[in-house]
C-alpha cells in the first residue's frame, strides 16, 4: 500500500478536472442533408455511459432516440446514442456527463435535417439540478471524514501516546480507548459505503435504495473506483489495527517484535489510507500533482492525530474512575499536547500551500465559494489551535502541581471539548471544501477584462489597440445554442480580412478551453454559433485578432450567463 502511495505521488498531472465537450455529429447548430444514424458527443476525457444522458428531441418534445448510451468502439472519449430515423426539421440534443471528480456537467445544442428544415423553434432546455454540493452528500462526506480520521488519530494515541498510562496509574486501563476505536472503525466502514451509494445514485439518477442497480455501478468512474478502493484499504487498516490492539501488552515497557511489527504495520496500512481521498479528487487533478497530493495527505495526518488525540482524551476523562481522571490526564495529556503542537503546525503549514496551489489569485478567497469556504475553514482551525495554546501554555504546567492539578484536569477538559467541537466543524468546512469546484487558472484572466457582461444578451463596445471592437452575444444563455459576433471597426471604418479567433475559459471551475475561430460574414463583422457555454456562471471570452498585415492583439471580456 505504500508503494502504491509512492507511485500516486509520482505520477504526472492528469487533465483538467471536469469534463467538457470538444465535437459533436451532428454539429451545433449544422443542418445536415439527410438525418444522421446517431448523435455523438466527444469529451475531452473518457465519461462514464452509464451515468450519462444525452436526449433527442424534436419541437414537440418528442424523444427521437432509438437505444441507450454506448461508447464509441473507436474513441473512449465519445458517447453514441442511436437515432430513429427523424424527418426534416429541427432537434434539440440535450447531455449530461459526469467528470472524474464527481461534478456532474451538462449542455444543449441544436442541429437541422433538411435541406429545408424551416426557421429554428425555441425549445425548452431541460434542466437536472444534481450537484456534488447537495446536502445528504456534504453530510455524508463529513461523517466518512470524521469516523475516518477519528479512527486513525484514536490508535495513534492508544498505541503510542496514551500507553505509558497503565504502567504509571494504578488500576488504570486503555480498554476505552480500545472500545473508541473499534466503534469510530466500524462506524468508518459503514459511513464510506453509504457515500459511495448517495454518490452513484446522484450520477445516474436513482433512488438511494435500488441496491441491486446500483452496487454494480459502484466501480465504473473513476470517482467511484477511488472510494470503493478507500473502504477496501480502510478495512485493510481496521483489521491491521485490531490485530495491533489485540497483541499489545502495554503493561510491559517493552515492545515484543510481535507488536512492533503490528504497530508499525498498522499505521502504515493508515497512512496509506489517507492518500485516496487526494487521488480521487482536487487534490490529484493540480499541478503539481505530486507537491498536490502530498500537501493534501499531510493535511490529512495531521487533523487526524488532532482530532483522534482530542477525542481519546474526552473518553479517558469520562470513561475513567474519579479517583483515576487526574493522574491519566497527567500522563497522556502533556504527549498529546506535544504531538498535537507540531500536527497543528504542520496542518496550517499543508493548509496554505494546498490554498497556495488552488488560488489562482489572492482576491480568489472572497471571491468564490471554494475561497469562502477556505476562510472559514482556516477561522475554526485557528480557534482550535487558540484552545490547544491555552491548554499547553496554561493546563499542562498546572498538571504537575499537586495543588493545581484538579482544577487544571477539570479547565482542560473543558477546553478540550470546546476544542474538539471546533475541529469537527472544521472537517465539516473541509468536506464542503471538497465538494466544491476550485477556481480554475483562468481567474487570474480576469484582471484583464476590458468589460464585464451579462446576464442576457450582449451588445458590449470595448476598445483595445486602437481598435473598437462591439461584442455580441444573443441570446448568452447557458445549455443554448448561442451566436458569437465581433464587429471590428478602427476610425469608424470596418476592418476586413481579420483572423479572429474566440477562446472560452470557465471562471467559476476548472474545464478545458474552447477555441473557435470566427468567420467574417460581412465587412469587419466576424461570427459562428458555438456549443460553448455548456454551464450558468461567468465565462471569459477572449478573442485573438489579427488584423490583414498587422499586429496580433487580445481582448477579454468576462460574461455572465444565465441559465
Not at 424527418?87 to 459526469?98: D, H, S
Not at 473499534?182 to 446522484?202: Q, R
Not at 485490531?242 to 510481535?258: C, I, K, M, N, Y
Amino acid at each position: 500500500m505504500l508503494a502504491a502511495a509512492v507511485v500516486a505521488l509520482a505520477l504526472p498531472a492528469a487533465a483538467s478536472a471536469h469534463a467538457y465537450l470538444t465535437k459533436t455529429f451532428p454539429s451545433a447548430s449544422g443542418v445536415l442533408d439527410k438525418a444522421p444514424p446517431d448523435v455523438e458527443l466527444t469529451f475531452d476525457e473518457a465519461v462514464e455511459p452509464r451515468f450519462a444522458i444525452i436526449s433527442v428531441t424534436d419541437a414537440a418534445a418528442h424523444s427521437e432516440t432509438d437505444g441507450t448510451v454506448h461508447r464509441s468502439p473507436a474513441n473512449p472519449d465519445t458517447l453514441i446514442v442511436p437515432l430513429k430515423h427523424v424527418p426534416e426539421g429541427w432537434y434539440l440534443v440535450y447531455w449530461r456527463a459526469i467528470s472524474v471528480d464527481g461534478h456532474p456537467v451538462q449542455g444543449a445544442f441544436t442541429f437541422a435535417v433538411g435541406p429545408n428544415p424551416g426557421p429554428a423553434p425555441q425549445f425548452v432546455i431541460p434542466h437536472i439540478a444534481q450537484t456534488a454540493t447537495s446536502t445528504p452528500l456534504v453530510f455524508a462526506r463529513w461523517a466518512m471524514f470524521l469516523t475516518v480520521m477519528t479512527s486513525i488519530g484514536l490508535l495513534s494515541l492508544r498505541l503510542w501516546l496514551a500507553r505509558p498510562v497503565v504502567r504509571r496509574v494504578e488500576g488504570a486501563s486503555l480498554r476505552p480507548l480500545t472500545i473508541a476505536f473499534v466503534t469510530t472503525s466500524l462506524l468508518g466502514l459503514l459511513a464510506i459505503p453509504v457515500y459511495i451509494e448517495l454518490a452513484t445514485a446522484g450520477f445516474s439518477l436513482r433512488s438511494f435504495w435500488d441496491f441491486g442497480d446500483l452496487v454494480p455501478l459502484w466501480r465504473t468512474s473513476a470517482f467511484g473506483r477511488g472510494y470503493v478502493d478507500l473502504e477496501i484499504c480502510f478495512a485493510l487498516f481496521a483489521a491491521a489495527a485490531w490485530v495491533a490492539l489485540w497483541v499489545d501488552r502495554p503493561h510491559r515497557e517493552r515492545r515484543s517484535v510481535a507488536e512492533l511489527l503490528a504497530g508499525i504495520g498498522a499505521l502504515g496500512a493508515a497512512a496509506a489510507v489517507l492518500i485516496i481521498p487526494g487521488a480521487s479528487g482536487h487534490a490529484a487533478q493540480t499541478s503539481p500533482r505530486g507537491i498536490a497530493l502530498g500537501l493534501d495527505w499531510l493535511h490529512l495526518l495531521s487533523g487526524s492525530i488532532w482530532i483522534g488525540g482530542l477525542v481519546g482524551l474526552l473518553v479517558l476523562w469520562r470513561a475513567a474512575p474519579a479517583a483515576q481522571r487526574v493522574p491519566a490526564l497527567s500522563v497522556t495529556a502533556p504527549r498529546f499536547s506535544n504531538a498535537g503542537f507540531w500536527s497543528v503546525l504542520l496542518l496550517l503549514a499543508s493548509g496554505v500551500g494546498a490554498t497556495i496551489l488552488h488560488m489562482p489569485l489572492l482576491q480568489a478567497l472572497w471571491q468564490t465559494s471554494y475561497g469562502q469556504v477556505i476562510l472559514v475553514k482556516s477561522g475554526l482551525l485557528l480557534a482550535a489551535a487558540g484552545l490547544g495554546a491555552f491548554n499547553l501554555l496554561r493546563n499542562k504546567p498546572r498538571l504537575a502541581v499537586a495543588g493545581t492539578a484538579q482544577r487544571a484536569a477539570r479547565n482542560l477538559a473543558w477546553a478540550v471539548r470546546g476544542e474538539a467541537l471546533i475541529v469537527v466543524g472544521a472537517i465539516f468546512a473541509a468536506a464542503l471544501l471538497s465538494s466544491l469546484a476550485p477556481p480554475p487558472p483562468a481567474l487570474a484572466s480576469e484582471s484583464q477584462a476590458l468589460a464585464r457582461v451579462g446576464p442576457g444578451r450582449v451588445a458590449s463596445t470595448v476598445h483595445q489597440a486602437g481598435y473598437t471592437l462591439k461584442v455580441l452575444v444573443s441570446p448568452n444563455k447557458a445549455a443554448a445554442p448561442n451566436q458569437f459576433a465581433l464587429d471590428l471597426t478602427k476610425g469608424g471604418k470596418p476592418v476586413t480580412g481579420a483572423q479572429v479567433t474566440l477562446t472560452f475559459e470557465m471562471l467559476d471551475m476548472q474545464m478545458g478551453n474552447q477555441e473557435y475561430s470566427l468567420t467574417e460574414r460581412s465587412p469587419g463583422v466576424y461570427s459562428r454559433p458555438a456549443p460553448a457555454l455548456v454551464m450558468v456562471g461567468h465565462w471569459s471570452l477572449s478573442f485573438s485578432i489579427t488584423p490583414k498585415g498587422g499586429q496580433t492583439f487580445s481582448a477579454v471580456v468576462v460574461d455572465r450567463t444565465s441559465g
